[in-house]
């Protein structure tokens, strides 16, 4: 588009083409050739590769064909930019002769595409390790052609006497400087003597709870609490200054009406509360069951599950899916895919980023969220909310991760439903440490009764087995 006739400060307008999205890459280089520039970044299938995982940083090798060239590292951002092509044109006023002559200048805009997202290399580039090896005359002799193995060689090409050249085994974690304050060591007045070794003294291997207030009960303990601790309650009405948090309070009160033990993952299912806002909300209703056949499960106050024949469809049950070449299947093979891999690892070289926003007390208390805003863009009601999938199992369906808590009752499976909610399945006595099921089945079962089989259709097959009526 022309902007010949626009004067200076004119606004002009431009067709923008949103169909054409495109990414930027600040190159810290002048690129003289783009088919000698794109191998650093690792091709076209390398830039692809690491634009299609936003968690991936893009690297960029200035010796892409050195095996040993340590890159320099860019990092994702979201942009909203434009993409302009200008062209500069010059005219010359052949009828006016003379050095009062001015030129004719146009420019030509063109817009090509929008920039959703840039790549910006905001880190030092590390040292450098050449294999290169210094004679005594100060000359440097490249060692490349003896130290790499381009092509099938003989037995000689590995008793050759070289100069000794180890790259170091790992770089710099940061590529960015920080500031690092040095503080002299502790100095002791005259006299003084290292406490005793006790358990007070020593620094455990995991942090101290936080004090979220809840009461935590093992299973061998003699009485259940009837009530929060005060420090729960005051927390808890010190937020609840929202109408919305009163509505979910009594939420969440009507589902321990219905179900006296419930899991984390289930209330998130039920009932759409902020996170942080139901690590304060859970303590004020029920208590925290740590070991047993009710660990990891909220239990509403007053509830004893082990004076209670009815509470066994509310046990845990540990359901994993096998995964190794002895069970017939490989892991690429796995239906259900895992949320970690040593295969994605990538080295800890990041830059130091922007930490999240934090959520304050004063968001809890207005309902917001750690953008701090209210959510519009999603109804309140299913703003936080779950699938049922993380808590209910149904025949048929995989879970979605390769190892689930399960309650009983949540085992949608017709055997199970059938049996163990008969009336003469109840009455049982419950043992120290025991189940009102009976036992696992895989302690009574040899070896071989774990089958390879294909996870897609029998994902619940070793669960099940736990469940089978007592024979005795």
């Not at 303990?221 to 609840?240: F, G, K, M, N, Y």
């Given at each position: 588009m022309a902007a010949a006739d626009a004067g200076p400060g004119t606004a002009v307008p431009v067709d923008l083409r949103r169909e054409r999205r495109m990414v930027c890459v600040e190159y810290p280089g002048v690129v003289r050739d783009v088919s000698k520039m794109l191998p650093t970044l690792g091709g076209e299938e390398g830039v692809s590769r690491i634009y299609a995982d936003p968690t991936k940083r893009l690297e960029l090798y200035f010796r892409p064909k050195d095996p040993y060239c340590h890159p320099v590292c860019a990092n994702r951002f979201s942009t909203s930019s434009l993409l302009l092509r200008i062209r500069r044109k010059t005219k010359r006023q052949r009828a006016v002769p003379g050095p009062g002559a001015h030129p004719e200048v146009t420019f030509d805009i063109e817009m090509l595409g929008i920039i959703s997202t840039i790549y910006k290399f905001q880190g030092m580039s590390d040292f450098q390790y050449l294999a290169v090896h210094t004679e005594a005359g100060g000359r440097c002799v490249s060692m490349y052609d003896k130290v790499l193995m381009l092509k099938p060689e003989k037995e000689s090409f590995f008793h050759q006497e070289l100069p000794l050249y180890i790259p170091p085994p790992i770089f710099s974690r940061l590529d960015t400087p920080v500031d690092y304050f040095y503080r002299p060591e502790t100095q002791h007045r005259e006299g003084y003597n290292n406490p005793p070794v006790s358990g007070e003294n020593l620094i455990g291997l995991s942090r101290a709870r936080r004090?979220?207030?809840?009461?935590?009960?093992?299973?061998?303990?003699?009485?259940?609490?009837?009530?929060?601790?005060?420090?729960?309650?005051?927390?808890?009405?010190?937020?609840?200054?929202?109408?919305?948090?009163?509505?979910?309070?009594?939420?969440?009160?009507?589902?321990?009406?219905?179900?006296?033990?419930?899991?984390?993952?289930?209330?998130?299912?039920?009932?759409?509360v902020h996170p942080d806002k139901l690590k304060v909300l859970l303590p004020f209703v029920a208590y925290y069951m740590i070991t047993g056949p009710w660990r990891s499960l909220w239990i509403r106050y007053g509830y004893d599950p082990r004076k209670n024949p009815d509470a066994k469809i509310y046990q845990v049950l540990d359901f994993r899916i096998r995964c190794g070449m002895k069970y017939g299947y490989a892991p690429s093979d796995m239906p259900v895919k895992a949320k970690r891999s040593t295969y994605n690892y990538s080295l800890p070289i990041t830059v130091k980023k922007m930490p999240s926003q934090l959520v304050t007390m004063h968001d809890l208390k207005q309902g917001l969220g750690p953008s701090g805003t209210g959510g519009t863009r999603k109804s309140t009601s299913n703003k936080y909310k779950l699938k049922d999938s993380v808590y209910v199992f149904r025949e048929g369906a995989l879970p979605p991760y390769r190892q689930m808590f399960y309650q009983l009752c949540d085992l949608n499976v017709e055997e199970y439903v059938t049996e163990n909610h008969s009336p003469q399945r109840r009455g049982r006595e419950l043992l120290h440490g025991a189940r009102w099921l009976v036992p696992p089945q895989d302690q009574r079962q040899p070896e071989g009764h774990h089958v390879p089989h294909d996870p897609a259709d029998h994902p619940l097959q070793e669960a099940c087995s736990l469940l089978q009526p007592d024979q005795g």
């Open positions: 004090p979220h207030n809840a009461i935590f009960v093992n299973f061998e303990e003699d009485e259940v609490p009837v009530r929060p601790l005060e420090a729960a309650v005051q927390t808890w009405r010190r937020i609840s200054t929202n109408p919305v948090d009163r509505k979910v309070e009594e939420e969440l009160r009507k589902l321990f009406e219905i179900r006296p033990i419930w899991s984390r993952n289930a209330v998130k299912a039920n009932i759409s």
